[in-house]
Every structure is written in structure tokens, then in C-alpha cells.
């Protein structure tokens, strides 16, 4: 058992199979107005935090293909009200999350600390824009009833894992 890759695709798995799937869903259940709204003046829309994260995932993407690269600036204050289309909002994360997955898959060495960080500010950030769209639409997510769950996620790994 290599625990390093086993934590490499958990990882892969629970960005790709699970956060992705519940950021594209939170932003199909929402309109435009919805997607760029901020609730007060100091708050974040979600298409904000989208882009956010959308940010966070390319730069460790890089990361995992040349880990010697730097950035000038950090991107903690980057929640920047885009305004774009939902449908360009989807396909640059559709992207990003892919390419994401393309660039793990293929790396031998990973450096877990940041993985890991990637991981958890994702969820994070993702809790964020499940809670709002369900207080904007007054709809619930099911996520667990319609099978993005644990029990799939893990599914999911032990495949890639035996396979």
C-alpha cells in the first residue's frame, strides 16, 4: 500500500467526482442575477467564489505540473464579480476541474501539504455557494439521495485503485 498514492486519489476523486459535481449543480439550479449577486455590500457573490476557487484549482494544477513555479500575488482578496454567462462560468470550471484531474493522474510526486490545502479550501468555498443557492432558491440539494455521497466517492477510488 503507497499512502501517498492512495492520498493522490482520494483527492482526485473528491475534487473531481464530488466538489465539482455540487459546484456544477449549485450553478445550473441559478440564473444570472443569482449567480452575481451579493447579499451585502461586504459579501462575495457566488460566481465571485467561483472564480475564486476556479483560480485557486489553476494554480495548483501548475503546481503539480512544475512545482518550482511562484506567484507574484496571492489570490486570498481575488473574488472578482465577473459578470460572464452561467454557461461560460460552467465550461471554465468544467476546464479547470479537468485539467486539474489530467495533471494528477499523470505526476508520479505530489506535495501532499498543498493537496491537501487545495482540497480542503475547496470544500470550504464549496459550502459557501451550496448554502447560498439553497438560501436563494429555497431549494433543497439532495446530494446524498442522488448519489453524490461517500459511499460513491469511495466506489469510485477503489476502482481506479484495483484497476
Known amino acids: ?5 492512495d492520498f493522490k486519489i482520494i483527492s482526485k476523486h473528491r475534487m473531481v467526482n464530488h466538489y465539482y459535481l455540487k459546484f456544477k449543480a449549485s450553478l445550473e439550479s441559478l440564473n444570472h442575477n443569482q449567480i452575481w449577486l451579493k447579499e451585502s455590500a461586504d459579501s ?3 460566481g465571485g467564489i467561483v472564480i475564486h476557487i476556479i483560480e485557486h484549482v489553476k494554480r495548483n494544477t501548475q503546481r503539480i505540473i512544475n512545482p ?3 506567484y507574484e500575488f496571492g489570490i486570498e482578496d481575488l473574488f472578482a464579480d465577473l459578470n460572464q454567462e452561467k454557461e461560460l462560468l460552467l465550461e471554465n470550471l468544467k476546464q479547470t476541474f479537468s485539467e486539474f484531474e489530467d ?8 506535495d501532499m501539504y498543498n493537496i491537501y490545502h487545495l482540497v480542503e479550501h475547496t470544500g470550504y468555498h464549496l459550502g459557501q455557494v451550496i448554502d447560498r443557492t439553497q438560501r436563494i432558491t429555497g431549494n433543497r440539494f439532495q446530494f446524498v439521495q442522488n448519489g453524490i455521497n461517500e459511499k460513491s466517492l469511495k466506489e469510485h477510488i477503489q476502482r481506479e485503485l484495483k484497476g
Open 1 to 5: 500500500m503507497d499512502s501517498l498514492f
Open 68 to 70: 518550482d513555479i511562484k
Open 44 to 46: 462575495n457573490s457566488i
Open 103 to 110: 495533471a494528477i493522474s499523470k505526476t508520479e510526486s505530489i
